[in-house]
């Protein structure tokens, strides 16, 4: 589950910082034993300083001016530490314990709600689940040979291979749409895995899986009533690419349909791009979509790919 790896992974990486500070502490005591001293007197100033506050009443002058004075006379040994340490030829901030993130302190909650990186990081694993649970095929532009279609296709073919190309290398975050049509077996699929690997190391977060599956996930979730925080419709609809994968072999339902219709019109909303492939010809999808998903996506950027069926192809030059 995306929400417990990434609480390990957080747990992991606030412990380890803890790890670092305290190998660092050990070797400046053991090299400048004042400095133990020193920081000695900072820990009890803290009990000193909580003790105040539970006893004191905040409006108290006597009170403020104790709490003023321990303040001052804290801030006055972390500088002396400082001065010590750059005197050791350490650099000043040597004793500082640093998190990945200050915010939260790595512990992934700022008072109760979580951290914008602790979010980050389980859309980051989720994003990559989604992706290890589809077919995973080793498409990548490499490997996408234009010989294995017709000569009457083949220009048309390296039109589209070469628009895909530049789209991945040119990927921003509100790069157009992309609708790819054609029969079974044309490197549809392919291709798009090619541009989702190429995205995917630029930095993006991409979402890949066939229709039934992210569907399905959602439904699970839907019905499941769990947490809508960072839930995978969440996810399908903010990551930085989405790509669903045979459309029209997800299961008929009203749920699916609206669904279609709910994440291609949030994400054309929110300027988010979306490739979709289908192998159903213009009629079908005429006949089994709604107005309002057929003429989204007929605004989308369409690739019509042509030739015989590749797997087939390839399955005969095998035996
Ligand atoms: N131009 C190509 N060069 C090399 N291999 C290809 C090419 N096109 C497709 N293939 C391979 O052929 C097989 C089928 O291709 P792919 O899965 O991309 O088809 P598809 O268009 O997505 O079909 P479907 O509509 O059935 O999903 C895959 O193994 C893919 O790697
Ligand atoms: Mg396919
Ligand atoms: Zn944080």
Redesign the pocket.
């Known amino acids: 589950m995306a929400f417990k790896k990434a609480l390990d992974i957080i747990n992991t990486k606030r412990i380890s910082s803890q790890i670092g500070y305290n190998k660092k502490l050990l070797e400046v005591y053991e090299k400048i034993p004042e400095i133990c001293e020193m920081k000695k007197a900072l820990s009890t100033t803290s009990i000193k300083i909580s003790k105040l506050l539970f006893k004191g009443q905040k409006t108290d002058v006597f009170f403020k001016n104790k709490l003023n004075q321990i303040k001052r006379n804290n801030l006055d040994i972390q500088s002396s530490i400082k001065e010590i340490l750059v005197a050791n030829n350490y650099p000043e901030n040597y004793l500082q314990l640093n998190y990945n993130c200050n915010i939260c302190s790595d512990t992934g909650y700022i008072s109760g709600s979580m951290c914008e990186c602790f979010k980050h990081l389980i859309k980051k694993i989720k994003s990559k689940e989604l992706i290890n649970s589809s077919n995973t ?3 990548s532009f490499q ?7 017709p000569e009457e296709f083949r220009t048309k ?1 390296q039109e589209i ?1 070469s628009y895909c190309i530049k789209y991945s290398n040119t990927f921003k975050i509100n790069s157009n749409n992309i609708f ?1 049509m ?12 090619a541009i989702a690997n190429n995205v995917i190391n630029s930095g993006f977060n991409v979402i890949y899986g066939s229709a039934q599956d992210l569907f399905r996930s959602v439904e699970a979730e839907h019905f499941g009533k769990v947490s809508s925080l960072n839930s995978t419709l969440d996810t399908i609809i903010y990551c930085d690419l989405l790509i669903i ?2 459309v029209g ?1 997800e299961f008929e339902s009203n749920f699916y349909s609206s669904l279609l219709y709910n994440i291609i019109n949030s994400r054309i909303n929110l300027l988010k791009p979306i490739i979709i ?3 159903l010809n213009q009629d079908d999808i005429f006949l089994r979509y709604s107005d309002r998903v057929v003429s989204r996506l007929i605004s989308f950027d369409i690739l019509k ?1 042509y030739g015989n ?3 087939l ?2 399955k005969q030059n095998k035996t």
């Open positions: 095929i080793i498409s490997t996408f040979d234009l010989s294995f279609y073919m291979y790819m054609g029969n079974t077996g044309l490197g549809k699929t392919h291709l798009s895995f994968d045979d072999t492939n289908s192998n790919f069926d590749i797997r192809i390839k």
